[in-house]
Each structure stands twice: as structure tokens, then as C-alpha cells.
């Protein structure tokens, strides 16, 4: 069993719909971090997480340490937010990955 | 730089030569990781290297495996007689503190061996 388990694995959206993607862990982390993979493979830092929540732009991401459970939503999705994200555990130098959500939003 | 800067974009290499894979992590940054990605799979951690400290090779897959980092900046990361399960996308992040913070993450070298 990974320490770090996404849901889905794969989401296909119509443009405007409300997502969510779900991240749950089995390790004791430090922070929670959201990042956003694009085709080419180059990766983007969404959020960094140690309580509550943040929200930047369209993007919201929640994190409920006692449940071990971190949410990341995308409103009013659009095309150009398809692609791979990943869920990461931090604590000192190890990381825990997600396998990843892949998401297609459709026009 | 302002970034995470990594060095090529994309490699394509015949099996069993050697590859060298750069990654320029952001000025000041004391903690460097080296990731990758096989197709399908998840991020696959390698090596981190913290400071002068010697580095955390754990992740790395075989011997065939090398890092070194020079002056506690520059990374490269080498692959010596590649194979083709060699092929995936290889990340370099930097860190300005070991653990969980101010993390940035390089565009990625893809590597294709045929």
C-alpha cells in the first residue's frame, strides 16, 4: 500500500465543471503539497499545506490533518487545466508521491 | 536564477551509451533532489543531497546510477550504459531549507534510450 493514495485516477470533466481531487496518507508529514504536471513533464508547485486551506485563483486546496486527508478543487474548470496532479507528503528530506490524477477537461 | 533550471530538455540516446543530466538549482538553496518519472508511474525519488553533506543515495536503481554536485550548486546526474527502462522524465528540485519548504521544482530532462 503507498503511503500517499489518490482518487481518481483518471477524471474527465466538461468545461465548467467542479472538481475535486482527493489525497490521503499513511505517514506522519510536515506539509502536503499539490503540483500540477503538464504533457511535456514539466511540474508546477500549486500549494504547499500544513493546515486548513489555501486558495489561488480557480484553484482551492483544503488539508484535515486528523483525518490525514487533503482535498485540491478546481472551479469553473477550463481545457488548459488538464493534466497530471500529484499529491506529495513532505517531512525533513523524504517525500511521499501520489501516483497521480489525470485530468481531461473537455469543451 | 529564478527557477530551477535543467539541462537538456530532452535527451534521446542509444542503449548502452552514458548520459549526463544537469539541474542548476535556485541560488542559495542548501537541499537538491533528483526525481523521475517512468511512463505510467509515479515520481520515483533518487538521491538528495543536503549542504556538504554526503548525499542520500537510497533511491538510486543501480550502480549504473551516479550524482555528485560540485561546490553546493550545480547537479549532475549521470546514467552510464543506458538501457531503455532508463527512459522516463528525470525532475531536480531544490529546497532552501532540508524538509518540506520553499521547494521548487526543475521543467525535467526526458529521456528516451532506444
Known amino acids: 500500500k503507498n503511503e500517499v493514495e489518490q482518487s481518481p485516477q483518471n477524471l474527465t470533466a466538461q468545461e465548467g465543471e467542479f472538481i475535486t481531487i482527493n489525497c490521503s496518507y499513511s505517514v506522519g508529514i510536515s506539509a502536503l503539497h499539490w503540483l500540477q504536471q503538464h504533457p511535456g513533464g514539466g511540474i508546477v508547485s500549486l500549494f504547499m499545506?500544513?493546515?486548513g486551506k489555501k486558495k489561488h485563483g480557480r484553484l482551492i486546496a483544503t488539508i484535515n490533518i486528523q483525518e490525514k486527508h487533503s482535498s485540491l478543487h478546481i472551479t469553473a474548470s477550463h481545457p488548459r487545466d488538464s493534466a497530471v496532479y500529484i499529491c506529495?507528503?513532505?517531512?525533513?528530506?523524504?517525500?511521499?508521491f501520489g501516483t497521480g490524477t489525470s485530468l481531461t477537461v473537455i469543451p | 536564477g529564478a527557477g530551477v533550471s535543467q539541462s537538456p530538455s530532452n535527451k534521446v540516446t542509444e542503449k548502452g551509451k552514458d548520459v549526463e543530466l544537469r539541474c542548476d538549482p535556485i541560488s542559495g538553496h542548501t537541499a537538491l533532489y533528483w526525481y523521475r518519472q517512468s511512463l505510467g508511474q509515479g515520481l520515483e525519488f533518487l538521491i538528495y543531497f543536503q549542504g556538504n553533506s554526503a548525499p542520500d543515495k537510497s533511491g538510486l536503481p543501480s550502480d549504473r546510477f551516479s550524482a555528485e554536485r560540485t561546490g553546493g550548486s550545480v547537479s549532475t546526474l549521470t546514467i552510464q550504459r543506458t538501457q531503455q527502462e532508463d527512459s522516463a522524465v528525470y525532475l531536480c528540485?531544490?529546497?532552501?531549507?532540508?524538509?518540506?519548504?520553499?521547494?521548487?521544482f526543475g521543467s525535467g530532462t526526458r529521456l528516451t534510450v532506444v
Open positions: 528540485a531544490s529546497s532552501s531549507q532540508q524538509g518540506a519548504y520553499g521547494y521548487t
Open positions: 506529495a507528503g513532505a517531512d525533513l528530506n523524504q517525500f511521499y
Open positions: 499545506l500544513s493546515s
